[in-house]
């Protein structure tokens, strides 16, 4: 049995936002239980030099988004840094999902040969697609999902490992 590249990216960022989606609603009702202002969870961070819980669910879906374009060749909806509640936060989830579920899976057939070159500042990796998706894309996007739950967490939102790993969902006979 192969792997297409679809199958190993879109179905798990999706799942991913599934989770985060319900992360953000607990961190809702954790604040609404102990009479706690939201914005404090939004602007939290785990150290001085990361992203906010804004920036870290931000970040996702840039990642997200970024590397279906760059897989498929569909441009990704440009989404501004502007989000400053939950209900904002979940939208932005909900935008990104449709954009992926809206590539078509055969966008990214041959993908795991092209060349992939990222525009960071001073350093400017080049990647087969497998690699990027592999050793880039995918870990880059854990660290941010990861990074949101660690900073929900940390405030005290009561979660666990099940919550970050979500229900389990037999995969479909394909």
Known sequence: MSLSMHQASIPVFVRAFGVLSRLLDK??????????????L?????AP????????????????????????GVPAPSMPDTEASFPELQERIAKTVAYL??????????????????????????????????????PNFYFHVTTAYGILRHKGVQIGKRDFLGPYTPPANT
Do not use: C, W
């Open 27 to 40: 961190a809702v009702e954790h604040a609404r239980a102990h009479g706690q202002d939201p914005n404090e």
């Open 42 to 46: 939004l602007t939290a961070r785990l």
């Open 49 to 72: 030099d990361m992203f906010t819980l804004v920036g870290q669910v931000q970040r996702a879906s840039d990642t997200a988004k970024a590397t279906a374009e760059r897989l498929s």
């Open 101 to 138: 579920e809206s590539v078509d899976p055969a966008r990214f057939e041959g993908s795991e040969q092209r060349t992939i070159e990222l525009p960071l500042r001073d350093f400017k990796p080049v990647f087969r697609g497998d690699g990027y998706l592999f050793t880039f894309a995918l």
